[in-house]
């Protein structure tokens, strides 16, 4: 191993929605983590890993950090804050604004809490004048004593490569935590849930999406032929959202499935034979055995 090698854990915060799970696709090269327009996409820590030369970075994308409604926000809140202690850097993402609102200052007062050094990252700069950039950066420095600023475009990928070489310099030395060539931790299953999730919180109506779990109920290799077959179900809380996510006809739950489909046989690098069903489980997202059922962890509470 080079004795300069670099390693450690770096974790993306920001209120829903700034481009979290964007930037990492774009730092790590695939798609991992699901993205949409829709806040609370992402409910669990996903961990990424991007390797090179200088060393290793292990990416945690937590859950927003937000004050929270339910048990599910509640659970979510307190995966990213506990996450926070746990990791050598911390990467806030934030939009270009000269304005900062009760989202921005409460993660402020959580950060004021943590020893680790906090890394500023500007997003969406592709939206904004240059020259405006650095009166941003001069609005959030006010806030906060943060180790780096960085501007970026998660959706372009202007300045990642600056992201990634910050994020060393506060790493410690040390071994690569994971063989080079993985890039996440988390079972294909979970993935493959969260990609259906991802393609469902795209295509549905704005009041549904918060309410659906997705489990993958079956994954099975043919023994023949490079295909896998796969049974999920969509989790919905009301009948009448049942009713909208099949459509007429199962026209949306098709649409759903053709779009899901394409994204893990991407991932699998193989055919899929992706199968969806609908079931109704009223207030899944306060029911503890639930939550655990859909693959959230209750030990992180």
């Not at 409910?43 to 890993?49: D, E, G, L, S, Y």
């Not at 779009?259 to 046989?265: G, L, P, Q, T």
Request: a neutral charge.
């Amino acid at each position: 191993m080079n004795a300069n090698n670099k390693s450690g854990f770096v974790t993306i915060i920001g209120r829903p929605n700034v481009g979290k799970s964007t930037l990492m696709n774009r730092l790590i090269g695939q798609k991992i983590a699901i993205t949409s327009n829709k806040p609370q996409t992402t409910r669990n820590r996903i961990q990424t890993v991007y390797t090179d030369e200088q060393g290793q970075i292990v990416f945690l994308d937590t859950p927003g950090i937000h004050k929270a409604k339910n048990k599910l926000g509640e659970y979510m809140v307190n995966v990213a804050q506990n996450t926070l202690d746990e990791v050598d850097a911390i990467l806030w993402l934030v939009e270009p604004s000269t304005f900062i609102g009760a989202g921005e200052r409460h993660i402020a007062e959580q950060l004021q809490k943590v020893k680790t050094p906090v890394i500023l990252i500007i997003n969406k700069i592709d939206t904004v004048k240059k020259e405006e950039i650095l009166i941003f950066i001069d609005t959030y420095r006010k806030i906060y004593d943060f180790a780096e600023i960085v501007p970026v475009s998660a959706l372009k990928g202007d300045n990642a490569q600056t992201v990634i070489e910050v994020i060393f310099k506060y790493l410690p030395y040390g071994p690569n935590f994971y063989d080079e060539d993985t890039v996440t931790d988390q079972p294909e299953r979970q993935i493959v849930a969260e990609l259906i999730r991802e393609k469902a919180l795209r295509i549905l109506d704005e009041e549904i999406p918060h309410g659906i779990a997705v489990s993958i109920d079956s994954m099975k290799n043919r023994t023949k032929g490079n295909i896998v077959d796969i049974e999920a179900t969509i989790v919905c809380e009301r009948d009448s959202h049942k009713g909208i996510i099949i459509g007429k006809s199962g026209a949306m739950l098709k649409k759903i499935g053709t779009a899901a489909r394409k994204d893990i046989e991407d991932m699998l690098e193989q055919k899929v034979n992706l199968q969806l069903w609908v079931k109704v489980k009223k207030d899944w997202r306060d029911s503890d055995f639930l939550l655990k059922n859909y693959g959230y962890n209750k030990k992180e509470i």
